[in-house]
Nanobody, 114 residues
Framework: VQLQASGGGLVQAGGSLRLSCVGSGATFSINDIGWYRQFPGKQREWVASVSRWGRTNYAGSVEGRFTISRDNVKNTVTLQMNSLKPEDTAVYSC?????????WGQGTLVTVSS
């Protein structure tokens, strides 16, 4: 089962994007779900996560700018990204926490121009 991310695109610095992650009901309902990003030539890093109960956590680099939320009825997790910076440019993916290899989808590219 893969978790599919969408919503990426090209935006100017200071702009906003909203990413969506969709998965199966069983995957979403019992797991914490996280957003991760991968910079070119670098390892994937954790960005934010939301527990099955709705508690959120953020990496220091995005706290105050990104907001993660989940809808267990629609089996979606959303990442609202505001005040985007060029250094946020990366491929964003979603997965359970901790991530499982079989759940990685294609990811969605976010490009922030200066």
């Amino acid at each position: 089962v893969q978790l599919q991310a969408s919503g990426g695109g090209l935006v100017q610095a200071g702009g906003s994007l909203r990413l969506s992650c969709v998965g199966s009901g069983a995957t979403f309902s019992i797991n914490d779900i996280g957003w991760y990003r991968q910079f070119p030539g670098k390892q994937r890093e954790w960005v934010a996560s939301v527990s099955r109960w709705g508690r959120t956590n953020y990496a220091g680099s995005v706290e105050g700018r990104f907001t993660i939320s989940r809808d267990n009825v629609k089996n979606t997790v959303t990442l609202q990204m505001n005040s985007l910076k060029p250094e946020d440019t990366a491929v964003y993916s979603c997965n359970v926490v901790p991530p499982r290899k079989e759940y990685w989808g294609q990811g969605t590219l976010v490009t922030v121009s200066s």
